[in-house]
């Protein structure tokens, strides 16, 4: 897309236009907080400034606004496939009278009680701070206006201009993430008041608020440091820009070594300690995790993705066992389960005859304990309870007490450690033996 080229850009209720099929939520365009619905539509004339085709960001600056739909240009016409890979549009600045009127419609007709004829109502001389016009936060560096213009709507004179930097350092704890941004309250000394400040990344997401620690491990950074720059007039605050190295090296690739840190540390977890229960899915687990409230879709769809993940970090003892175990696990009929102590699996094999519930460890000498039941849903469900009390009752009093008093249908299945076998080949071979 061409700069100095004109667009139009059509507003219908919660949708920005760019062409007749290309639209964008009012979210993804940095308008006003204000700005939640145009109920009568309304288009704004703009240039374009620049695009960012990594970003699929396009920069424009308003010429017109208008309370009304309008065709596109013909430009847009001839670049509307480059149109239909925009995300995002950034104002370099919004006129908020101008765009509050074109969102209400045109200003009514009133008469006058005499029938001396129609007149519009008139303006306020001075305008609200809100409907000032501003710069928006987050466009790239412009060359300054230069002094002299006229000040806002109704003010003698040229505005009072001045531009302030300041440093700030914050610990991880201290941010907020968001959609797109991280959201820190500087303490300004030099404007002495608190300013909440957003520094813009597009890989950033609101779920990362729960593991944002681990970012500062994998950047070894204890905290994050932070430049401002605040442009005023007349006092106010028309235009910030903020950057911190820390948060613009995060990138799909370091998003991935924070998800690798974080499942490592995944055997240590700990859980609530009003949890009665050994067995857990994915998303239970994820739920009952102590330290840290995360979403079970942060980082995984399934839990086949989070086992594999485990795997490949992992020195497990048995990595090849749980390899087998997860390829031939029935996931349509159940859901693996995570025991936390010892850090173990349960799966489930389905068979000709019977259906086979394995428990495997990750990283203990555990023999492997295969269960063997009726291909029975309702049996099933009640085998998995009795598995449950089975790992509770090994745990505390160790596995001699189970093999005395087990009456269920059961196998044992040794690992075997030594270099002059290859362990996992006589496992598979134990294991096949034994199902049905």
């Known amino acids: 897309m061409k700069a100095g080229e004109e667009i139009v850009i059509n507003f219908i209720q919660e949708q920005a236009f760019l062409t007749d099929s290309k639209a964008l939520n009012l979210d993804r365009l940095n308008l006003p907080g204000f700005v939640k619905r145009f109920e009568r539509g309304a288009h704004l004339?703009?240039?374009?400034?620049s695009y960012n085709a990594g970003?699929?960001?396009?920069?424009?600056?308003?010429?017109?606004?208008?309370?009304?739909?309008?065709?596109?240009?013909?430009?847009?016409?001839?670049?509307?496939?480059?149109?239909?890979?925009?995300?995002?549009?950034?104002?370099?600045?919004i006129d908020t009278q101008k765009l509050l009127s074109c969102m209400k419609g045109p200003e009514?007709?009133?008469?006058?009680?005499?029938?001396?004829?129609?007149?519009?109502?008139?303006?306020?001389?001075?305008?609200?701070?809100?409907?000032?016009?501003?710069?928006?936060?987050?466009f790239p560096d412009e060359p300054g206006t230069p002094d002299g213009q006229e000040g806002p709507a109704g003010f003698p004179g040229p505005a009072e201009k001045q531009t302030l930097q300041e440093e700030y350092g914050f610990f991880w704890k201290d941010l907020r993430f968001a959609f797109g941004a991280v959201q820190v309250l500087c303490k300004s000394a030099k404007l002495g008041r608190r300013v909440e400040v957003k520094i813009y990344n597009d890989h950033l997401r609101p779920e990362f608020d729960a593991i944002k620690n681990y970012f500062g491990k994998i950047l070894k950074a204890k905290k994050i440091k932070v430049r401002v720059r605040y442009e005023l007039e007349d006092h106010r605050i028309v235009h910030l820009q903020a950057y911190s190295p820390e948060i613009a090296r995060i990138d799909r690739d370091l998003i991935d070594s924070v998800k690798l840190e974080w499942v490592k540390a995944l055997p240590k977890k700990?859980?609530?300690?009003?949890?009665?229960?050994?067995?857990?899915?994915?998303?239970?687990?994820?739920?009952?995790?102590?330290?840290?409230?995360?979403k079970p879709g942060l980082f995984y769809q399934d839990e086949k993705e989070l086992l594999q993940d485990l795997l490949d970090i992992s020195s497990s003892k048995h990595?090849?066992?749980?390899?087998f175990l997860s390829s031939n696990h029935a996931h349509r009929i159940m859901k693996l389960r995570f025991i936390l102590h010892p850090f173990s699996f349960l799966f489930l094999i389905e068979g000709e005859k019977k259906y086979h519930v394995v428990w495997e460890t990750l990283d203990t000498a555990e023999a492997t304990?295969?269960?063997?039941?009726?291909?029975?849903?309702?049996?099933?469900?009640?085998?998995?309870?009795k598995v449950e009390k089975i790992i509770e009752?090994?745990?505390?009093?160790?596995?001699?007490?189970?093999?005395q008093n087990a009456d269920e249908h059961y196998h044992r299945i040794y690992h075997d450690y030594s270099a002059l076998v290859d362990g996992f080949v006589r496992w598979k071979g134990e294991l096949e033996a034994v199902l049905s």
């Open 319 to 323: 990595y090849k066992q749980l390899r």
């Open 393 to 403: 009752t090994i745990k505390v009093q160790g596995k001699t007490a189970y093999i």
């Open 108 to 138: 009514p007709v009133l008469r006058d009680g005499e029938g001396r004829g129609e007149h519009r109502k008139p303006n306020r001389a001075i305008p609200e701070e809100s409907e000032w016009s501003y710069l928006m936060p987050g």
């Open 270 to 294: 700990k859980i609530a300690a009003e949890v009665d229960k050994s067995l857990f899915t994915m998303d239970e687990y994820f739920e009952a995790a102590t330290d840290q409230k995360i």
């Open 55 to 93: 970003e699929k960001k396009l920069f424009v600056e308003v010429l017109r606004y208008a309370p009304d739909y309008s065709a596109f240009t013909e430009y847009q016409d001839m670049v509307a496939d480059a149109l239909d890979g925009v995300e995002s549009v950034v104002f370099r600045s």
């Open 369 to 385: 304990y295969v269960w063997h039941i009726e291909k029975d849903l309702s049996e099933l469900k009640r085998t998995m309870q």
């Open 45 to 49: 004339v703009c240039r374009i400034l």
